[in-house]
């Protein structure tokens, strides 16, 4: 049996406040933000030392209308061997939308939304699984999310859609039980009816995590501390089945230390009351060659358990999902049966989101705009939807710029266009042999 233990979200921020912590078993990383070749010295050390590392992947789309993207997989299953994991996860959730078929273009959210509790999204969802399945080295669990808003028309409860899932496909369950308070709040979802549907024994691992309340809403934020509601939906899932595995996540906004310890203390004091409430023994967790080869000896058998979704089935929930997705993105008309004034905070959130994150892939255009980076770049996402990675989109961003004359000030406006071009087309001009040789000879000259 492979426990996990008591774990926590490593980031570069908190690599070294990580690699001192007492009592961390072990690790996970988000799998798109390492490079296999590359890994960073503090998870080589980690490993080292016997600490499990597990890729937390958020990029498949698992829940969106296409199959899962072969290339992502690959990247999946390279990051799992790479890094010796028993398990890789994802999450129940669509990431983007259009394209052929649509009467859009290809979209991105930027961010994980919900898919609808139907049965065409099941039956799209467990073949994509499955073939995310048989792409991977290792068993694979996937997480319920944290949604600000409802779909229309929802035939099944969240524990209903995700014991459906499990028992169709063998898949084990990451649960967050954050996102069970979030779903609460937001969508007013009782965490212990979710909890007492799910089937514990396929449980992998559990999430924890903080966030904050504003007009009603709860946001998911990954960056406040985990509240008493949080805990208290955790005891309750520990007083069900013993979790293998139980990981603190935070993304931003980090405390020192000794904070980050104080809460995983309180994650464990919530577990153990939950235990003393009545848990059970921990459920079996895949872990080594034999069970990797049991995981893989078992995939042709959940495919013939799990039907395939017809084109016909995946056809309308794309068009479903580009509808609800260019509203929030594009500012298209809500589709019928939303909560208008719920998809309105979902559409400022994930515009907040996209300025944070270009602001965190190219910091050097906040530095150069100063207090205008902000709303520059939120004027700029209202009519330009996101359709490749947050790097195409800083790199968009810089050409709008630079092409509208929004910048009024000539020398900030030379340095934006002097930054876009160092880093658009196939060869960025400071690296082309000619200006490489011109730069050195001159630092030659003047004896740099």
Request: neutral net charge.
């Amino acid at each position: 049996m492979h426990r996990l233990g008591t774990g926590i979200g490593w980031r570069p921020e908190i690599a070294d406040a990580v690699e001192a912590m007492p009592g961390i078993d072990w690790v996970e990383v988000v799998a798109e933000n390492v490079c296999p070749g590359h890994l960073p010295a503090s998870l080589l050390r980690l490993r080292e030392r016997g600490v499990t590392v597990v890729p937390h992947g958020v990029s498949l789309g698992l829940g969106g209308a296409d199959r899962p993207d072969a290339g992502r997989l690959a990247a999946l299953a390279e990051r799992a061997e790479v890094l010796g994991s028993p398990l890789v996860t994802e999450h129940i959730a669509f990431v983007r939308a259009g394209g052929p078929g649509t009467f859009s273009p290809r979209l991105e959210a930027g961010h994980l939304l919900p898919v609808p509790r139907t049965r065409d999204a099941l039956d799209v969802l467990c073949e994509n699984v499955r073939i995310a399945q048989d792409a991977l080295p290792v068993p694979l669990a996937v997480e319920n999310i944290a949604a600000l808003f409802s779909w229309p028309g929802e035939e099944m409860t969240e524990g209903q859609f995700l014991y459906e899932l499990a028992d169709r496909t063998g898949v084990r369950l990451l649960i967050d039980v954050a996102n069970l308070h979030t779903n609460h709040v937001n969508r007013g979802e009782d965490p212990a009816e979710a909890l007492a549907a799910l089937p514990l024994e396929a449980l992998a691992y559990v999430h924890v995590a903080g966030g904050f309340e504003r007009d009603g809403v709860w946001h998911d934020s990954h960056a406040h501390p985990v509240t008493q509601p949080v805990l208290d939906v955790l005891t309750d899932l520990a007083s069900r089945v013993a979790p293998p595995g139980v990981l603190l996540e935070r993304d931003e906004d980090f405390p020192e230390p000794a904070e980050l310890e104080g809460e995983l203390a309180a994650i464990g004091a919530a577990v153990e009351k939950g235990r003393a409430a009545g848990g059970r023994e921990a459920v079996r967790l895949p872990g080594g060659a034999a069970d990797s080869a049991a995981a893989g000896s078992g995939a042709a058998h959940i495919g013939a358990r799990t039907a395939a979704a017809g084109e016909g089935t995946r056809r309308r929930l794309a068009l479903a999902q580009t509808a609800l997705l260019s509203s929030l993105v594009a500012g298209t008309p809500a589709p019928e049966g939303f909560d208008r004034e719920r998809l309105e905070v979902q559409a400022r959130a994930l515009a907040g989101k996209r300025a944070g994150v270009v602001a965190k892939v190219a910091p050097e255009l906040p530095r150069l705009l100063g207090p205008a980076y902000r709303p520059a770049f939120l004027a700029y996402a209202r009519e330009r939807p996101m359709t490749g990675g947050y790097r195409r989109d800083a790199l968009d961003f810089a050409a709008h710029l630079v092409r509208s004359g929004t910048v009024a000030d000539a020398r900030v406006r030379r340095e934006v266009r002097r930054w876009w071009r160092e880093r658009s087309g196939p060869v960025p001009p400071s690296r082309r042999p000619a200006v490489r040789l011109v730069r050195a000879t001159r630092r030659v000259l003047l004896g740099h």
